[in-house]
């Protein structure tokens, strides 16, 4: 065992000109280190870990020195190279940018408008499209045989073609029925 006692200074291993390049204060414990430490074992932090340092990374690798995750200092963009697997919320407040493939398995909630550049799809079989407003249902279409179902107003702006013509059954009844 190696004891040091003092008050008010610190152990130091400095470079043959005088810089300090290990310190550490007798009073609190503070390390300073100049150099690389490099920790074979397992480390535990048991208080906040703070990287300040411009244009550097929090970055781990594989024993073969690949990043696999990187924190970049200067602007916060985070990288993975793997799965990323969250079993509490996310909260996005910026653009959410998905290059591939995306799967659900649950309900998605959208409060703005959605926009589609390309074919809208729905591959589902016994499921419907529905569309309320709010609490009542004023357009749907089923899935399994293609009804639709519309409480409103239908306007045809152009050439309409029905691809059958027997069987269609307009109701009369109405006071604005087509005669």
Do not use: P
């Not at 407003?133 to 009804?147: M, R, V």
């Amino acid at each position: 065992n190696v004891i040091f006692r003092a008050d008010n200074k610190s152990f130091n291993i400095q470079t043959n000109a005088g810089v300090d390049k290990f310190t550490v204060d007798y009073d609190n414990g503070n390390t300073v280190i100049q150099g690389t430490v490099d920790i074979q074992l397992e480390t535990e932090i048991t208080d906040n870990l703070i990287i300040r340092a411009d244009n550097k990374k929090f970055d781990i690798q594989t024993d073969a020195g690949v990043s696999v995750f990187d924190v970049d200092t200067d602007n916060g963009n985070t990288h993975s190279d793997g799965t990323l697997d969250v079993d509490g919320g996310v909260t996005f407040n910026s653009t959410l940018d998905v290059d591939n493939n995306t799967t659900l398995n649950a309900e998605l909630d959208v409060d703005g408008d959605v926009v589609f550049h390309n074919d809208f799809l729905m591959d589902v079989t016994g499921k419907t499209f529905t569309i309320t407003n709010g609490t009542a249902q004023k357009f749907q279409i089923t899935s399994t045989n293609g009804n639709t179902d519309i409480e409103g107003t239908l306007n045809v702006n152009s050439l309409s073609t029905f691809e059958k013509t027997t069987n269609i059954t307009v109701d009369t009844s109405a006071a604005d029925a087509i005669t």
